[in-house]
């Protein structure tokens, strides 16, 4: 069993930056593939960025790639989600991901994920 708490949400305003932290209980944290999700209102779930096991391969969605940047620190059992030159079309909920053994070691679909954090709001005023 893995939790997930994220951390790190709040205003900030268009061309901002905030940084997400999402720390993982269990000493299993590295056999995780992990990921960050959003949601915005009357949305679905999306893709944000996936990060492989070691942390070597990273992966973005389009619409963040050159301005989020997906970390994490095995030894302290947390993953990062820095996020620059926010846009108000950034607000949304932003939830942690964990999978054993996704697709390719890649996050990329919200469907049959193994853990999930209760999330937390960004919101980007413009």
């Known amino acids: 069993q893995v939790q997930l708490v994220e951390s790190g949400g709040g205003l900030a305003q268009a061309g901002g930056s905030l940084r997400l932290s999402c720390a993982a209980s269990?000493?299993?944290?590295?056999?995780?593939?992990m990921g960050w999700f959003r949601q915005a209102p009357g949305k679905e779930r999306e893709f944000v960025a996936s990060?492989?096991?070691?942390?070597?391969?990273?992966f973005y969605a389009e619409s963040v790639k050159g301005r989020f940047t997906i970390s994490r620190d095995n030894a302290q059992n947390t993953m990062y989600l820095q996020m620059n030159s926010l846009k108000p079309e950034d607000t949304a909920v932003y939830y942690c991901?964990?999978?054993?053994?996704?697709?390719?070691?890649?996050?990329?679909?919200?469907?049959?994920?193994?853990?999930w954090g209760k999330g937390t709001l960004v919101t980007v005023s413009s």
């Open positions: 269990g000493r299993t944290f590295s056999s995780y593939v």
């Open positions: 990060i492989n096991w070691s942390g070597d391969n990273t």
């Open positions: 991901a964990a999978d054993r053994a996704p697709p390719f070691g890649v996050l990329r679909t919200a469907t049959g994920i193994d853990y």
